[in-house]
């Protein structure tokens, strides 16, 4: 089946640093999804992307659609300690169900 | 509008025991999805539903079973727990479009003791 590789797997931060991080695919997807958690609670939506080459905006965060469709960045400018969390990639496949495959996620910490 | 729901938040079975999670959303959604989460690895899809009255196997679907008699509703039952389904279980529901993206309950935490 498919899989994503998310780097990197956790990353230590000071306040106002930019952040980046990235997903890689074996194989091609129709949209990729970036979704932030919080303890305790379900995976938020942050960006999504449907065509290859976008790159989207939301606030702070700016993520793109890699126009090999098998990658896909997002990065994080001018972190706050409310961006402490884990971020999901996800890539969606076109047809059936539409399955949606997760990255293993990247754990950030922000030091005041 | 309280979207996605779930219940309980969280549970301890001890092996062998059964149990029922409820998942309930108000938007209308036709698409539903559970998912497991563990340490070190993605949300890995069990069951889901393109529809009431329907359900299909996902990824990892063994030990478990669903139902959808009402839009609203998808259940996820284990019918004797096991340790190895200790995890976080998460549902989500989408809209049938083919841009409409998942929206993910609280989750709820399972121990199998």
């Known amino acids: 089946g498919q899989q994503l590789n998310q780097s990197p797997q956790s990353m230590f931060i000071q306040e106002g640093e930019d952040v980046s991080m990235n997903c890689t695919s074996s194989s091609i997807f129709n949209t990729w999804l970036w979704y932030k958690q919080d303890p305790g609670e379900g995976p938020v939506l942050l960006i999504a992307?449907?065509?290859?080459?976008e790159l989207t905006s939301n606030g702070r965060l700016t993520a793109q659609f890699g126009i090999t469709r098998k990658d896909s960045f997002l990065n994080i400018s001018a972190s706050i300690p409310s961006d402490v969390g884990i971020y999901f990639c996800?890539?969606?496949?076109?047809?059936?169900?539409?399955?949606?495959?997760f990255g293993i996620g990247t754990k950030l910490q922000v030091i005041p | 509008n309280a979207g996605v729901t779930q219940t309980p938040k969280f549970r301890v079975l001890k092996t062998g025991q059964s149990m029922t999670l409820l998942c309930a959303q108000d938007?209308?959604?036709?698409?539903m999805y559970w998912y497991r989460q563990d340490p070190g690895m993605g949300l890995r899809l069990i069951h889901y539903?393109?529809?009431?009255?329907?359900?299909a196997k996902g990824e990892v679907p063994d030990g478990y079973n669903v139902s959808r008699l009402k839009k609203q509703n998808f259940l996820l039952g284990l019918e004797s727990a096991a340790p190895s389904q200790t995890s976080v279980y998460f549902c989500?529901?989408?809209?049938?479009?083919?841009?409409?993206?998942?929206?993910f309950g609280p989750g709820t935490r399972l121990t199998v003791t």
């Open positions: 938007m209308n959604h036709e698409y």
């Open positions: 989500a529901s989408r809209p049938w479009d083919l841009d409409g993206e998942q929206y």
């Open positions: 992307l449907y065509k290859a080459g």
């Open positions: 996800a890539g969606r496949e076109r047809g059936g169900y539409q399955k949606v495959t």
């Open positions: 539903s393109v529809g009431e009255g329907t359900t």
